[in-house]
């Protein structure tokens, strides 16, 4: 061959191949997943919609008096306090503004969040291993969010914290899988509006630092600290943007006394030996609603942190779950709503357990199949929780739901209460509450007028108590309001051994002289229904137990 040929026949190269982007193919069982998940949102959500009209308990009454002080240009801190920091009232506020400020919208509100969050859960899942485990996670969470022995029909903090960081999750996850780091940034405002909500998530928040910051400097992405930047930076962000209202109220010396000062005092009441028997009632309590789940979610937990390939998640999976048990821990109180926060880790641990189970038995079944049984098999096993926690379910009972999980507390007793005063009160009358039942304001749809709600910070001992009792002694005697509540009850009071008695006894002159009943709940022993006695005739009625409520008016001037 002559180098002229030679020449030639290496300009001779073959045509270019179009490159041609990949379809990516679902898998047809996602479809039926997909599909068995959002029957178990629905389903859920109408179990709790039996909820929707109960008596709302203390906690829920001061949530929602919180944002609708808000709402009515109120400060916080100083018109309502709390010791839980300034976005429970944003919060609330915003759920009285989308769905009114009444029992029935703030559950409304519940409704909506956690089926937000399953559905949430649903997306992180299907990103992270697929069909089976999206599922499997979304349906266990539907449960564990529902217990109602963590008040999972009751719209407290803990449930809206978790469908917030659940949503911080997501955002993470976003930015990791499309590397724009703008995601990171809003995940890390999120999460930090849910620690800003109530404390307790401030472990979670820990555990999810430090699996980004081994992820970025040391793991998948290495020494990318631009990526952690973002999220540090969204972080900062929010919290200043949290404050900054309060600081422009003037009130960031109250925030911090509530946040802070009162709080440490709060968490350290308890010593460790009453704590431990706290944790062992609560905990058998809260976890025989669906024990079989807590079971299974945390050999999940176990497997996802062993059987993982990467160090991220091994790293990741067990620092969240003790983040869970941190956020019991704090006031050593166990509360049976702190245990809600072990739904999202615990969920995810149910997903783990089932696919490597699937895993496994590739070697057996196809994927498929296997993936399809499992999750009959778990359904079943949800539906065996349902049998076994009927009254729960179906054809709810309000007085036995209350009875069951708040004793002999007037929730529903107040309820009544509040429905027939608010056929009766007018535009320009006021209500004041002795007691701690500030549920009564959104019964009659108007927010507190003082920002005295919690009748245990009123005997329990701080710098601020004989203060706060003149205040609300000064409030009363002047403006003489024209309907009283009045709680016979020693929870409502926080009756306890040294406990200064100074206010209750006061407000029991004070209703004395000038007023008259008008309404009477008398709560009756042994999971009775309460005596309810309205109008005239409550004036004469006298009370068969040692524990009741009372509506009075004013008489005269």
């Not at 179990?47 to 808000?70: H, P, T």
Request: proline share 5%.
């Amino acid at each position: 061959m002559t180098k002229k040929k030679l020449k030639k026949t290496r300009k001779t190269t073959p045509p270019a191949i179009k490159k041609t982007k990949a379809k990516r193919v679902t898998d047809p069982s996602t479809y039926i997943y997909l599909g068995l998940t959002i029957i178990g949102i629905l389903y859920m959500a109408s179990v709790a919609s039996q909820y929707v009209d109960f008596g709302l308990d203390r906690d829920e009454g001061s949530y929602i008096n919180f944002g609708e002080v808000l709402r009515h240009g109120g400060d916080m801190y100083k018109d309502a306090y709390s010791f839980k920091p300034p976005a429970i009232f944003y919060s609330y506020a915003a759920f009285n503004t989308i769905f009114g400020f009444s029992g029935s919208g703030l559950r409304w509100s519940l409704i909506v969040a956690n089926a937000l969050a399953a559905g949430l859960l649903f997306i992180f899942g299907y990103r992270w291993k697929g069909g089976l485990f999206a599922c499997i996670t979304a349906l266990a969470y539907t449960f564990f969010t529902f217990n109602p022995f963590v008040f999972g029909f009751a719209a407290l903090a803990e449930q809206y914290q978790n469908f917030i960081a659940i949503l911080a999750i997501v955002l993470i996850q976003q930015g990791l899988i499309s590397k724009k780091w703008i995601w990171l940034l809003a995940g890390g405002a999120v999460f930090t509006y849910a620690v800003l909500f109530k404390q307790n998530l401030i472990f979670a928040y820990g555990a999810i630092s430090i699996g980004l910051g081994y992820y970025f400097l040391f793991g998948e992405a290495q020494r990318n600290w631009k990526a952690l930047f973002y999220f540090v930076g969204g972080s900062a962000i929010s919290a200043l943007l949290i404050y900054l209202p309060v600081i422009i109220q003037g009130t960031l010396k109250d925030c911090l006394y509530w946040n802070f000062t009162y709080s440490s005092l709060y968490t350290s009441s308890i010593p460790w030996e009453k704590g431990q028997e706290f944790l062992a009632a609560f905990f058998k309590k809260c976890s025989s609603f669906n024990y079989w789940m807590w079971v299974v979610g945390f050999i999940g937990v176990l497997a996802g942190t062993f059987l993982s390939k990467k160090w991220t998640v091994r790293i990741t999976v067990p620092l969240v779950f003790l983040a869970s048990l941190g956020a019991i821990f704090p006031g050593l109180r166990f509360y049976p709503h702190y245990w809600s926060y072990f739904s999202p880790i615990l969920s995810i641990g149910c997903g783990f357990a089932v696919y490597y189970i699937q895993q496994y038995a590739k070697p057996f079944l196809k994927p498929s199949m296997t993936g399809l049984l499992l999750v009959a098999l778990f359904i079943g096993g949800l539906f065996y929780v349902r049998q076994q926690q009927l009254p729960f379910f179906k054809d709810v009972n309000e007085i036995y739901v209350n009875r069951r999980m708040y004793g002999d507390n007037p929730f529903t007793e107040t309820r009544f209460l509040g429905d027939f005063l608010k056929k009766r009160i007018k535009s320009n009358e006021e209500l004041l509450i002795f007691g701690s039942e500030p549920q009564m304001y959104a019964y009659i749809g108007r927010p507190t007028p003082t920002p005295y709600m919690f009748f245990a910070h009123l005997n329990r001992p701080h710098e601020r108590k004989d203060g706060m009792i003149q205040n609300l002694q000064k409030w009363a005697m002047e403006n003489k309001p024209k309907y009283v509540y009045f709680s016979n009850h020693p929870f409502s009071w926080v009756m306890i051994p040294g406990s200064d008695n100074s206010m209750y006894n006061w407000a029991t002159n004070y209703v004395a002289n000038g007023h008259r009943v008008i309404g009477v709940a008398d709560i009756l022993p042994g999971g009775q229904p309460p005596k309810i006695i309205l109008g005239p005739q409550a004036a004469s009625y006298q009370p068969t137990s040692q524990k009741w409520v009372k509506l009075y008016e004013r008489v005269g001037g």
